[in-house]
Every structure is written in C-alpha cells, then in structure tokens.
C-alpha cells in the first residue's frame, strides 16, 4: 500500500505565500505523476499542478504565475510553492500520486487533506 501525507497548509493574509509538502511512502517502484488538487464545499475536486517523472508540469489557469510545483524524486516528496494568495484559493489541498506498487500495477493515491484559508 502506498500512503501519501501532507503539511503546510494554514492561515494566511491575502498576497502571502505557502509552502506545501507531499510524501509519499510505502510500496512505492516507480512514480509516474504527482500533484496538487483542491476541493471546496460542495464543488467537485480540481487539478492545481501536477509534475510527471520527466519534470514536466502543468497548472490551473488560475494559478499560472503564481504557484509553482517541485519534486524530490530522492524523498519522493512534492511541493507546492504558493505566492500572491487571493481568497478564492481558499481551499482544502489534496496530494495525488499515480504510482506503480510492482512492475504491471499502478494505481491513484491521495492524501488526507490540508486546509488552506486565506484571509486578513
């Protein structure tokens, strides 16, 4: 089974920064793409910014040039650097990873949350 948790989400002032952190662990042979999503109440589950094996990225429009996403292939960890936070991205954050447990199985796995809010 393979486990993903996340830190770093909190309260923070409109135009503040944030940094989230994602590891994933356990039976873990290869990771294929890792990411960011976020939920509010009643809406349903959005991609924030993923990075695949290569390094390659992509984002939410409504994130471009404001968050950046980064990964530690030697910790299997996945960041998300949060600049010029308005309200609206007030949000609970979920971590995803699209991991092989074996050579043939790969599934999606996702963290347990953490809770964004910004607000002054």
Partial sequence: QVQLVESGGGLVQPGGSLTLSCVASGSIFRIVAMGWYRQAPGKQRELVAQINAGGGTNYADSVKGRF?????????????????????????????GKIYSSVTSWNE???QGTQVTVSS
């Fill in 68 to 96: 950046s996403i980064s990964r530690d292939n030697a910790k299997n960890t996945v960041y998300l650097k949060m600049n010029s936070l308005k309200p609206e991205d007030t949000d609970v954050y979920y971590c995803n």
């Fill in 109 to 111: 796995f996702w963290g």
